[in-house]
């Protein structure tokens, strides 16, 4: 360790992790301690400058005990959750040395330091965008740099999922496929070693795809994905048949359209796995509502549900029929939020224009701070003021059908337009870190 006249010392290190989105779902546990999935489950990193987690961790031997602030907030690190990643990565810490500062820690010394990390998603937490797979590939890919952990990126993805399942896709960018592994019970010893992430394809692979999320609800899930996922592994049949049956085939389906950039076969698969995931939910007892932000998990018998879910899901298909091919893929997590993608920039300017005209603001909320990310598809689409969105027409669907045209304002609080995206970056530049250099607390 560092000399006696030199203790003052803060190492740090920041990083930047994106979110995924899964378009094959991952949907119950075959061992909760260790996080290992019933079925492999494939994802689409999505763009960090969009959506994205950034962590600073630091050390030093003034830390009296480890601690962590999220979103400017403290929070517990006594969960197990927490405590694995911590363990798995000071069992694999190198030595580092800072001849500059000082510093020298051997890779035995890493068990007595405290460390320091904070925190930051550039999303709504827990509101089904998957921000603890961001949060845990952040914390795993930072904490193995601060102390130059020399695992490969797939080793890493297999301490992230101990945190969180789906954060050891967010160790990779562009489409992610997670190996649920092949030991059915692992051993304190093996901690399912090959249950881990994999690339199919880099960002660049299909980089015509445009993402556009709708966030519904930025409130917390009322049922965790944790406590779903268990219920659902004890009562539904339905969701082993889709483990056994279902999954092993779409993996393979969906595995060649991404390789080939089949995006009817995409759209298809992708449709298809969210619906059976939702329909698993509700083959729980009690049933499980993740579809709209109004669900009463409490009173299984009495269930308030907005219709969301089904409108969404209505207008997208009609709009694939009219065209007689699939012009947008939906796909809805464990949560509320609608992750809708186009095969490209000019349908996804026509997407936008739908989802304006069908969910525009309430209010006379300002266009940028209702239409975020990627601004350029908002230009793509013709759209620069709130009368534009009213002055829309409406779609040829609608027309084609005589169908009324209702529009439902204030259903979206926000849409997110973005695309696939890199893995985790490492930040140079001090400026970006969370922590002050000279205290090691939040700035």
């Known amino acids: 360790m560092a000399t006696e006249s030199k203790k003052d010392w803060i190492l740090m290190a920041t990083a930047r992790s994106p979110t995924n ?13 260790l996080i290992l999935p019933i ?6 990193t999505l763009d960090p400058s969009h959506l994205c987690t950034t962590t600073t961790v630091a050390v030093s031997p003034n830390f009296d005990r480890d601690r962590m602030w999220l979103n400017g907030k403290e929070i517990s690190l006594s969960g197990g959750r927490y405590q694995r990643c911590l363990r798995e990565i000071r069992s694999r ?44 590939a952040c914390l795993v890919y930072s904490l193995a740099k601060l102390m130059n952990v020399r695992e490969e990126q797939g080793k890493l993805s297999a301490i992230a999922r101990q945190g969180s399942g789906s954060a050891c896709r967010s160790l990779f960018g562009g489409f992610v496929k997670w190996e649920m592994g092949k030991v059915l019970k692992c051993t304190k010893d093996s901690a399912g070693s090959d249950s ?5 394809a880099d960002e660049q692979h299909w980089n015509d795809l445009v993402i556009i999320i709708a966030v519904v609800s930025s409130r917390q899930k009322e049922t965790s994905s944790t406590t779903g996922m268990r219920e659902s592994v004890e009562t539904s049949p339905l969701l082993h048949y889709r483990s056994t049956e279902v999954v092993p085939k779409r993996i393979l389906q969906m595995e060649e359209a991404i390789r080939t950039r089949d995006f009817p ?3 298809r698969l992708t449709c298809a796995d969210s619906n ?39 207008f997208m298909e009609k709009w694939n029929r009219f065209e007689g091919t699939p012009q947008v893929a939906y796909t809805f997590d464990a949560g509320p939020n609608a992750v809708l993608i186009a095969p490209n920039r000019k349908v996804a300017s026509l997407l936008l224009q739908r989802l304006l005209f ?44 005589n169908a009324s045209a209702q529009k439902f304002p204030g259903d979206v609080s926000y849409f997110i337009c973005t695309r696939p995206g ?22």
Request: charged share 20%; with cysteine.
């Open 93 to 136: 810490a190198g030595d580092v040395e800072d001849e500059k500062r000082g510093i020298c820690i051997g890779k035995e010394d890493w068990g007595k330091l405290h460390v320091h990390i904070a925190s930051y998603n550039n999303f709504p937490t827990a509101a089904g965008l998957a921000s603890s797979a961001a949060g845990f």
């Open 422 to 443: 890199k893995g985790p970056v490492l930040f140079t530049d001090e400026d970006q870190a969370l922590l002050h250099p000279s205290t090691g607390l939040p700035k």
């Open 39 to 44: 079925n492999d489950s494939i994802s689409v």
């Open 276 to 314: 059976q995931f939702h329909a698993v939910c509700l083959d729980t007892s009690p049933p499980i509502f993740y579809m709209n932000n109004t669900s009463h998990r409490q009173v299984p018998h009495s269930f308030i549900v907005t219709n969301w879910f089904f409108r969404i899901i209505s």
């Open 265 to 267: 076969s995409f759209a």
């Open 358 to 401: 069908y969910f525009p603001p309430s209010t006379d909320t300002e266009l940028k701070s209702f239409v975020l990310g990627d601004q350029s598809i908002v230009k793509d689409a013709g759209i620069a003021t709130k009368e534009d969105i009213d002055a829309l027409p409406t779609p040829p669907e609608v027309k084609d059908n």
């Open 21 to 33: 989105i899964a378009v094959v779902k991952y949907w119950g546990k075959r061992d909760e301690a």
């Open 196 to 200: 881990i992430a994999v690339q199919l």
